[in-house]
């Protein structure tokens, strides 16, 4: 047994208080086995993994439980023992590659310091490893692209970056926490394959943390479902997905039923925004939007998909005036709006809102619910006073959040869920026609993304809002979406409604999204790869993701 866990007890500081956040969890992992820590936010996935290499993040303490590696108890190894475990037998790859590199440092010296550090190589042997992994991790340009910066590679390239340094030292254990979460579907499958393919190649153990079951479908031999701190089931992955026992379970798996019932209403003529040739960059040098044309009828949802960097949020930042095309034109209701936000009228600026990715970082952290709400009440409607008060509580009804008990929380009070809907609930307080959701669930676990995309169809039946839906997630497209619009490198590749575009024959990009899409099948990633590695030997045309 490679690494051993018994009846981990793990506290979360919480002002001046201790609470328990692992209760009690027993983990075993063998050499070269892969175990998939599943849950949602809060279940203590990262946090038992982080365990696992004996450290406890900052306001979290370990208060009983052993954590045997190889033999060896690290709740009672000296810190030195522990700084020479880490890193060069047990290694950990973060969610974030972008924040986890030192943005001042090539990607090599980088990969170079480990090893250089633990006496496994010297530097210049170290450098030809680090080529060898980036060769087998699939990145472009093996011999060269170490000598890049962090910002000058892609996120996919970086994560796989990341992992070649974690596996610099080859380490008997490491734990992947979320790596691909923050990947769209086409990138995250060139990933997946890298990391399993070299953990398979050095029959190194692995704790792969996800809060996605098809994703860790395709990477683990065991799993372990955990909730609130405790353990929930546990069991071989196939025989997990194809019987689970626990209703927890059986929800996770259910999790993309979802689907848009309604009939949605006819596009009115004209329609209530069009996106007419616009063409933009940024500080013009580099196009990143060309020749976009796309019409949003009222009541209706818009997705536009792509992969990183395919224009996608330029679009929103066109629209929302942030910023100024080149060449073409905004329209809503028929009248062209000032290309500047600057330059438009307080009701044009109150028609268009906006909901962003991350509400950790739009929502300010010092301000409390009632004034974060508030404020658009007040800038847009000239509400004040007990009349604000009142219908930000309304507001808080809509979005199912007990005014009584979160008008005076502060963001960090609340859930990621929580929080997301709190940025729903100030877009809606403009009383806007229309709200672009730029990625709104891709910083959610599944449970809540899938809460968010039910409260948004709601409001929409009730409202009659409109809503464009930037995400590279081809579920929540499925989910939600009346009309499809794909875009890559800055172009439209195909729109029109959902049912047409989700229908074969596929333009061969829309084809490389939708079979992207990580299913529930264990099996799902090797007949995917074994089918396009066959389509190439045939001679046949298959498109790669822009992330090679």
């Given at each position: 047994?490679?690494?051993?866990?018994?009846?981990?007890?793990?506290?979360?500081?919480?002002?001046?208080?201790?609470?328990?956040?692992?209760?009690?969890?027993?983990?075993?992992?063998?050499?070269?086995?892969?175990?998939?820590?599943?849950?949602?936010?809060?279940?203590?996935?990262?946090?038992?993994?982080?365990?696992?290499?004996?450290?406890?993040?900052?306001?979290?303490?370990?208060?009983?439980?052993?954590?045997?590696?190889?033999?060896?108890?690290?709740?009672?190894?000296?810190?030195?023992?522990?700084?020479?475990?880490?890193?060069?037998?047990?290694?950990?790859?973060?969610?974030?590659?972008?924040?986890?590199?030192?943005?001042?440092?090539?990607?090599?010296?980088?990969?170079?310091?480990?090893?250089?550090?633990?006496?496994?190589?010297?530097?210049?042997?170290?450098?030809?490893?680090?080529?060898?992994?980036?060769?087998?991790?699939?990145?472009?340009?093996?011999?060269?692209?170490?000598?890049?910066?962090?910002?000058?590679?892609?996120?996919?390239?970086?994560?796989?970056?990341?992992?070649?340094?974690?596996?610099?030292?080859?380490?008997?254990?490491?734990?992947?926490?979320?790596?691909?979460?923050?990947?769209?579907?086409?990138?995250?499958?060139?990933?997946?394959?890298?990391?399993?393919?070299?953990?398979?190649?050095?029959?190194?153990?692995?704790?792969?943390?996800?809060?996605?079951?098809?994703?860790?479908?395709?990477?683990?031999?065991?799993?372990?479902?955990?909730?609130?701190?405790?353990?929930?089931?546990?069991?071989?992955?196939?025989?997990?997905?194809?019987?689970?026992?626990?209703?927890?379970?059986?929800?996770?798996?259910?999790?993309?039923?979802?689907?848009?019932?309604?009939?949605?209403?006819?596009?009115?003529?004209?329609?209530?925004?069009?996106?007419?040739?616009?063409?933009?960059?940024?500080?013009?040098?580099?196009?990143?939007?060309?020749?976009?044309?796309?019409?949003?009828?009222?009541?209706?949802?818009?997705?536009?998909?792509?992969?990183?960097?395919?224009?996608?949020?330029?679009?929103?930042?066109?629209?929302?005036?942030?910023?100024?095309?080149?060449?073409?034109?905004?329209?809503?209701?028929?009248?062209?709006?000032?290309?500047?936000?600057?330059?438009?009228?307080?009701?044009?600026?109150?028609?268009?809102?906006?909901?962003?990715?991350?509400?950790?970082?739009?929502?300010?952290?010092?301000?409390?619910?009632?004034?974060?709400?508030?404020?658009?009440?007040?800038?847009?409607?000239?509400?004040?006073?007990?009349?604000?008060?009142?219908?930000?509580?309304?507001?808080?009804?809509?979005?199912?959040?007990?005014?009584?008990?979160?008008?005076?929380?502060?963001?960090?009070?609340?859930?990621?869920?929580?929080?997301?809907?709190?940025?729903?609930?100030?877009?809606?307080?403009?009383?806007?026609?229309?709200?672009?959701?730029?990625?709104?669930?891709?910083?959610?676990?599944?449970?809540?993304?899938?809460?968010?995309?039910?409260?948004?169809?709601?409001?929409?039946?009730?409202?009659?809002?409109?809503?464009?839906?930037?995400?590279?997630?081809?579920?929540?497209?499925?989910?939600?979406?009346?009309?499809?619009?794909?875009?890559?490198?800055?172009?439209?590749?195909?729109?029109?409604?959902?049912?047409?575009?989700?229908?074969?024959?596929?333009?061969?990009?829309?084809?490389?999204l939708l079979s992207s899409v990580p299913e529930m099948d264990p099996d799902w990633m090797n007949n995917l790869l074994a089918a396009r590695a066959a389509?190439?030997?045939?001679?046949?045309?298959?498109?790669?993701?822009?992330?090679q």
């Open positions: 047994m490679l690494l051993e866990m018994r009846g981990l007890r793990i506290e979360g500081q919480s002002e001046d208080k201790w609470n328990e956040i692992v209760h009690g969890v027993d983990l075993t992992l063998r050499r070269g086995e892969v175990l998939g820590l599943i849950g949602e936010s809060g279940a203590g996935k990262s946090t038992i993994g982080i365990a696992s290499m004996g450290f406890a993040r900052p306001g979290c303490r370990i208060t009983s439980g052993s954590i045997v590696f190889d033999g060896m108890d690290l709740r009672t190894m000296s810190d030195n023992k522990l700084r020479r475990l880490r890193g060069a037998r047990i290694a950990y790859v973060a969610q974030s590659a972008a924040a986890s590199f030192n943005p001042a440092h090539k990607l090599i010296d980088q990969y170079t310091e480990m090893p250089v550090q633990h006496r496994v190589k010297g530097k210049s042997e170290a450098e030809k490893d680090a080529i060898e992994l980036y060769r087998r991790l699939r990145l472009p340009d093996p011999e060269h692209i170490g000598f890049r910066y962090p910002h000058q590679v892609s996120g996919g390239q970086l994560q796989r970056a990341m992992t070649a340094m974690a596996m610099s030292c080859r380490p008997d254990l490491i734990v992947f926490d979320e790596p691909t979460t923050a990947l769209d579907v086409t990138t995250q499958i060139e990933v997946l394959a890298a990391i399993r393919d070299v953990v398979e190649e050095f029959h190194t153990a692995a704790i792969y943390i996800s809060h996605d079951l098809a994703v860790v479908a395709q990477m683990a031999d065991r799993i372990m479902v955990l909730q609130y701190g405790d353990l929930v089931e546990e069991g071989n992955a196939r025989e997990m997905l194809a019987s689970p026992k626990e209703e927890y379970t059986r929800r996770l798996l259910a999790v993309r039923s979802f689907r848009k019932e309604e009939e949605p209403p006819a596009m009115a003529d004209p329609p209530l925004l069009e996106i007419r040739n616009v063409t933009a960059s940024y500080g013009g040098k580099v196009t990143v939007l060309e020749d976009v044309s796309i019409k949003v009828g009222r009541g209706r949802t818009v997705a536009v998909v792509g992969e990183s960097g395919s224009g996608k949020s330029t679009a929103a930042r066109v629209i929302t005036g942030l910023l100024l095309p080149m060449e073409g034109s905004v329209l809503f209701k028929g009248e062209e709006l000032p290309a500047s936000y600057k330059k438009r009228t307080t009701d044009q600026l109150r028609h268009v809102q906006m909901i962003y990715q991350m509400p950790d970082v739009a929502l300010n952290p010092r301000q409390r619910i009632r004034d974060i709400i508030g404020r658009p009440l007040e800038f847009y409607l000239g509400m004040k006073g007990r009349e604000k008060t009142e219908r930000t509580r309304e507001l808080l009804r809509l979005i199912e959040m007990d005014p009584d008990e979160f008008i005076d929380r502060l963001p960090g009070e609340l859930s990621g869920g929580q929080k997301q809907r709190i940025c729903i609930a100030r877009a809606l307080a403009a009383d806007p026609e229309i709200i672009i959701c730029d990625e709104v669930t891709s910083a959610l676990d599944q449970l809540v993304a899938e809460e968010i995309l039910k409260l948004l169809q709601r409001l929409q039946n009730e409202l009659g809002v409109t809503y464009i839906f930037i995400t590279h997630d081809l579920a929540t497209v499925k989910a939600i979406a009346d009309e499809i619009v794909v875009m890559l490198q800055g172009r439209i590749v195909e729109q029109g409604p959902k049912h047409d575009i989700l229908t074969p024959p596929h333009d061969p990009y829309t084809d490389l389509r190439k030997a045939r001679g046949e045309a298959v498109m790669e993701t822009s992330d």
